[in-house]
């Protein structure tokens, strides 16, 4: 596969972000590892505007430590997929029929990889039997995302290792069965709107009680980052560590106590089952 080119069929807010993570991806040692970057990425959008974003973007990056030249364009979907091995699919769900019909007679063999939510691995196989569906989120943008990965039987071994090279930098890879998606949609494609809701709730408490806006926002991103770290480095379960700062009648269990009279643990979990339950709906409407 070295020296390919990978086409992208929507290059937006998702799209640029697995763009940019992948044209600065630093170069691997290994040669066959450095075989797995494409050596020209064309970028496909709707309008002259969308493509000219693009093109910005990666005029204020530094070459691609893997070489890779980027080609953006718009109205060219046919002869850029015609041109490519590889075909990330990351235009808006109900865009993707009829971006996928009008490459229908070049796309059949290529590996598509979509990460457009609620089109399932079986309805992308109508136009190549090699899909990877991918469901990533937004901090992707800072190489902080997170993906979670499932394939058709079709993809080759190969390819699956190509997939999981190029889609990590995006931040980390969970392989998963398909039948996980509307979950992983809810859980990590929502998840940031659900962490930014706590983030907005912490940092006004502390402003309620007189903590200045920035100081509040300051705190608060450093009490998530940290507590995520904690239960990252130390193995714990978070229940073992939420009970380490419950000293009895103290404050942290008054606090929690409280959290739970207002159904906070169980508005978070029915929430996030209402995204995946959405999620679901969205696939069954095609
Ligand atoms: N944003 C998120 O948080 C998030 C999270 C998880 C998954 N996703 C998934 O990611 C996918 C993309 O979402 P997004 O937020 O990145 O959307 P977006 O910013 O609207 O990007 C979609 C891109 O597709 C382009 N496009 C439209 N018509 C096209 C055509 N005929 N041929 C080629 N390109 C065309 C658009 O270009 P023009 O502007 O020129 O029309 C636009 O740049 C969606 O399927 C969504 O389900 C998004």
Known sequence: MAGYTLTMLGCGVMGQAI???IYNAPKPEDKKIQSLYPSKII???????????VSKLISGFDPSPNGIIVESTFSDNLSAVEQSDVVILGTKPFLVEPVLNEVESVIDGK?????????????LQFYSKSVSRIMTNTPAKYGYGCAVIAHSLEVKDEQKTLVNELIRHVGVCVELPEKHMDAATSLVGSGPAYVLLMIESMMESGIKMGIPLQESLKCTLQVL???AKMVEKSGAHPSVLKHQVCTPGGTTIAGLCKMEEYGVKNGIIKGVEEGAIVAAKLGKKK
Do not use: F, P
């Not at 590996?111 to 309805?123: D, K, N």
């Open 225 to 227: 980052e940290g507590t």
């Open 19 to 21: 763009l940019s993570a």
């Open 43 to 53: 970028a496909c959008n709707g309008d002259e505007q969308a493509a000219e974003q």
């Open 111 to 123: 590996l598509i990889v979509s990460i457009a939510a609620g089109w399932t691995i079986e309805q």
